[in-house]
């Protein structure tokens, strides 16, 4: 046991140290723990996002379209989301997410359909809730739209 004080060993440790046992991430969706179809980790998820913010702010807004710093970062914004709304909205992944073999899928592992694709892109464009993830590794935009990122 822990030196920790009795009245912090469940609290403090998280429910996994009071011995609960809550699964892989996934497990409660039906997905396998490895491999294809298992639950993208956060650091995939991270650099896809950071290969397609780069794209649509440095290649996009400010080489193809000339536009300042201090524009590019709003136009860059607004082609971030008009990008992530017809390629998740048709193939189910972003330029980044498919260098970073990863794709957005419906919870029954489908393509997602338009109208949660619009809502999980303006969520995603808010960041926070992109952020605020639970234990199946989904964030707000992803539970809004009942999809899950997936490994390819």
């Not at 491999?35 to 913010?53: E, N, T």
């Not at 909205?89 to 498919?98: D, L, Q, S, V, W």
Request: hydrophobic share 50%; glycine share 12%; with cysteine.
């Amino acid at each position: 046991m822990s030196k920790q004080r009795p009245w912090t060993q469940t609290w403090i440790g998280g429910v996994r140290s009071a011995g609960v046992d809550l699964g892989y991430p996934g497990q409660r969706l039906g997905l396998p723990e490895e491999g294809p179809d298992s639950v993208a980790g956060f650091g995939r998820r991270l650099a896809a996002l950071m290969i397609d913010w780069l794209i649509c702010t440095w290649a996009i807004a400010q080489g193809l379209l000339g536009m300042s710093s201090v524009d590019a970062a709003w136009v860059g914004l607004l082609v971030f989301a008009v990008e992530n709304v017809l390629l998740v909205g048709t193939i189910g992944m972003t330029f980044g997410m498919r260098l970073m073999n990863i794709r957005v899928a419906t919870l029954d592992r489908g393509r997602p359909r338009w109208v949660p694709t619009i809502a999980r892109t303006v969520l995603l464009c808010l960041a926070v809730p992109a952020v605020m993830l639970d234990r199946d590794r989904r964030g707000i935009h992803d539970r809004v739209s009942a999809t899950v990122v997936v490994r390819t």
